[in-house]
């Protein structure tokens, strides 16, 4: 009986299969919308999650093959480590040597992201790749080139058939897998999460910081992400050698102006700023305390700076750390996988 | 499991499988006889200045305003979001419509393109964009014509570069122009709606024939109004000089002829 009924469903399955392969439909689930986070931005209705075009994403972000002369991966600046940022450097190094303009950022809750860069230059995650990839000192590999390498010297033609029923590597699916796995890296275990959730109980000190936090930092670090996703001058320079916001609307209004970036892992996450200029966070307290210069465009809020003293300054950092995720960094999902 | 479950199970995924399988015949069953379609070219002929000369990529052109000296490298476009007015008010409207003109593919002085499944009918007036719709251009990666690796895209300011031309110029002070021209955003949007009417000719479009519109293109024209490549040899990012010189490009499309 038991063998009847498998050869009638084998044959009922044959005979329904076209002979184009569908792409997978098996139910994967490594992006869950926290409880306590908003709506994402990036629907992945549009771009369904499945096993094989996460694991084909996570490979080609961990492979150097997808730049010029195969030195550097996505992965060799966004370090899980780091919560996928830069190894502790002010400016990344991609290929030939070559020195980039701006700090790399970590990358979490992309999926919450509405632009990308310090400048907000790129409006949706499946494109973002598109720069670094391309630009001259990240992975220099023109997109027609990289596509042609990838079909002809790999073994990424299978890999692409078994996620997207097609072994033919198109930009679409080359960045579709890479918005799989980057826009399904949250960030949501830290104490501060445990804290909402009502599983951690912050010590004095990190009590005290989160009230200095709120009290005066959070006009532009608001809400769960700690930030408004604004663009801002935060008082680094008189003059600007970077023209940052101003220079993607082409507005003087906007120039010295960069993104507000989210905190979280923030102490994981060094050097500060688009450049890269603050090597800690104490730097960084100090400039907001002591250190804003003036400009045309400087932040209204930040006029006369955000006076703390030490003790305030030591108290807001120790909230600080309870915004590190140390989940993330062990998160074997994410990691790189074995060759 | 007992023999009976096993046996309703089976039923039931037997059922299943049947009638997802049978959907599509159903479908086809139903649908109405498909409606007539056929095919049709939209033929792009390039000229040079008011004498409507000769123009070629790699050929020295004298700018009939200016008098600078020019010579064109590269000359690519974006035509989306064609649709065909008939006399009763109806629209055909091509789906997917994205296509690059690329004076590389020049037969003679025409680059056509070429549109299937048009349906059936007598036409007076054909609408288009010159450039790409602001949706596109937020919408993620996008493929065909619109595949970034077309290399009409700005990575570091995403979106389309509506418009490409490239090429040498005496008078420029680096001896080149570049013009990528690009930008869907109030007030300096560099794509441009466009609507000929076919001025009483009718284009008629059946399964049997391959009618043409034919358009003329002017790239004299980038520089109509006192432009030049002296003083702006060089656009890359969206903002008003580029808005404005995709403007004078799309100002030169016309309306010639139908060919039938």
């Known amino acids: 009986m038991r063998i009847t009924v498998a050869l009638a469903l084998v044959a009922l399955l044959v005979s329904c299969q076209n002979d184009e392969r569908e792409p997978p439909t098996s139910e994967f689930s490594v992006f869950e919308v926290p409880a306590h986070f908003p709506d994402p931005v990036y629907d992945f209705d549009g771009n369904p999650i499945t096993e094989e075009g996460f694991n084909l994403g996570r490979k080609l972000f961990y492979d150097k093959r997808l730049s010029r002369g195969s030195q550097v991966s996505c992965g060799s600046c966004h370090a899980q480590v780091h919560a996928f940022a830069d190894h502790a450097v002010p400016l990344s190094v991609g290929v030939d040597g070559r020195e980039g303009k701006r700090n790399s950022p970590g990358l979490y809750n992309l999926a919450w992201t509405e632009a990308f860069m310090w400048d907000g230059g790129i409006n949706h995650i499946e494109v973002m790749p598109i720069a670094p990839i391309t630009d001259s000192a990240e992975m220099d590999i023109a997109l027609a080139d990289l596509l042609d390498y990838l079909q002809n010297e790999t073994e990424y033609p299978q890999e692409f058939g078994e996620a997207f029923g097609s072994t033919e590597i198109s930009t679409s699916n080359l960045l579709k897998a890479l918005a799989q ?67 993607v609307t082409q507005n003087s209004a906007d120039n010295g102006k960069f993104r507000v970036p989210s905190l979280r892992n923030v102490a994981l996450t060094n050097p500060y700023m688009h450049d890269g200029r603050f090597f800690t966070l104490e730097q960084v307290l100090d400039h907001y305390s002591e250190g804003i210069v003036e400009s045309g465009t400087l932040d209204p809020a930040l006029t006369n700076g955000i006076p703390l003293t030490e003790n305030e300054k030591e108290d807001i950092i120790e909230f600080l750390y309870t915004l590190s995720d140390f989940e993330l960094l062990g998160d074997l999902r994410f990691s790189e996988p074995a060759k | ?180 021209l690009g930008g869907f955003e109030e007030p300096f949007a560099a794509n441009s709606s466009m609507f000929h009417d076919f001025q009483g000719a009718t284009l008629e479009i059946s399964p049997n024939d391959n009618p043409s519109v034919h358009l003329i293109v002017n790239p004299a024209r980038f520089w109509h109004g006192g432009f030049s490549t002296e003083q702006t040899p060089m656009v890359h990012m969206p903002g008003e000089m580029a808005s404005d010189l995709a403007s004078n490009f799309a100002g030169s499309f016309v309306f010639d002829h139908i060919h039938n």
């Open chain 1, 181 to 247: 796995f980057q826009g399904a890296i949250v960030s949501d275990g830290s104490r501060y999460d445990q804290y909402i959730k009502g599983l951690y109980i912050p010590t004095e000190a990190q009590l005290r910081g989160m009230a200095l936090f709120e009290a005066n930092c959070s006009g532009c670090h608001g809400g769960i992400l700690q930030t408004d996703f604004s663009y801002r001058n935060n008082g680094l320079d008189a003059d600007f050698t970077d023209l940052g916001r101003g220079r």
């Open chain 2, 1 to 180: 499991m007992t023999i009976k479950t096993i046996k309703l199970a089976a039923m039931a995924i037997t059922i299943a499988f049947l009638s997802s399988c049978s959907d599509d015949d159903d479908k086809t069953d139903s649908n109405p006889a498909p409606e007539a379609k056929g095919n049709m070219f939209i033929k792009f002929q390039h000229v040079w200045g008011p004498a409507q000369a000769d123009f070629n990529l790699n050929t020295a052109l004298v700018h009939p305003g200016s008098g600078e000296e020019l010579q064109f490298t590269k000359l690519r476009y974006y035509i989306s979001n064609i649709q065909l007015q008939n006399a009763n008010g109806d629209t055909w409207i091509e789906e997917e419509s994205y296509h690059i003109v690329d004076a590389e593919n020049m037969a003679g002085e025409e680059v056509q393109l070429n549109l299937s499944d048009v349906s059936s009918g007598s036409y007076t007036g054909i609408s288009y964009m010159i450039g790409v719709d602001s949706l596109r251009n937020v919408s993620g990666v996008q493929e065909g014509a619109l595949d970034p690796a077309e290399n009409m895209f700005w990575s570091w300011n995403t979106g389309y570069i509506f418009i490409k031309a490239e090429g040498q110029s005496n008078a420029s002070p680096n001896g080149s122009f570049t013009y990528h």
